[in-house]
């Protein structure tokens, strides 16, 4: 994470802009705690994050809707769960298309399905543009709002260093399992 930090501090916005295209949740959060520092302006970090998350899904939405037959090997070991996520992007697609923004894993997977669904282009595009706001806004003054909290966190964490993979290994854990339970025969 302070890799992450020193980073947008050098090259700010435009790193925030190229990993907002694909999800971003961590660019978004370490601009508002930088933000909360007087190092960047957070209403531009989230209007670039806003715009890069919207142009980002919108191009897997794409992919996914013109070119299946291309992208099909590279989810050939992920079929059921594709299917899975075609299924309930049908069922339940706004609060699918909302909600997808905040869990990390499934911002570049969704879109992605919507579009092999068939899903409508125009409302697919209302719709996301709507979460990324709701997601940029959300997550930028929340770093914002505990900026210093955050700060706090990550100094003590950084004498650990083993515990942030070892978080980031359960959750990815808790993500794989849930998706192999709902995508049984």
């Given at each position: 994470m302070q890799d992450m930090i020193d980073t947008l501090i050098k090259y700010g916005y435009i790193v925030l802009f190229f990993y907002s295209l694909g999800g971003g949740m961590v660019g978004i959060l370490a601009a508002g705690v930088l933000s909360s520092q007087g190092k960047m302006d957070l209403s531009f970090c989230i209007a670039l994050a806003f715009i890069a998350n919207t142009i980002g899904s919108t191009l897997l939405f794409i992919l996914?809707?013109?070119?299946?037959?291309?992208?099909?090997?590279?989810?050939?070991?992920?079929?059921?769960?594709?299917?899975?996520?075609?299924?309930?992007?049908?069922?339940?697609?706004?609060?699918?298309?909302?909600?997808?923004?905040?869990?990390?894993?499934?911002?570049?997977?969704?879109?992605?399905?919507?579009?092999?669904?068939?899903?409508?282009?125009?409302?697919?595009?209302?719709?996301?543009?709507?979460a990324s706001l709701a997601w940029a806004i959300v997550l930028g003054f929340t770093a914002y709002t505990f900026g210093y909290v955050i700060e706090a966190i990550f100094d003590k964490l950084s004498l650990y260093p083993y515990a942030a993979p070892l978080f980031l290994l359960f959750l990815a854990g808790i993500i794989w399992l849930y998706l192999s339970k709902f995508s049984k025969k």
């Open positions: 996914g809707k013109y070119y299946k037959k291309d992208i099909m090997p590279y989810f050939k070991k992920h079929r059921r769960k594709l299917a899975l996520a075609m299924m309930k992007t049908k069922q339940h697609g706004i609060i699918l298309l909302v909600t997808q923004k905040f869990i990390y894993g499934l911002k570049t997977f969704i879109p992605i399905a919507a579009g092999m669904a068939k899903y409508n282009f125009i409302k697919f595009f209302i719709i996301n543009t709507l």
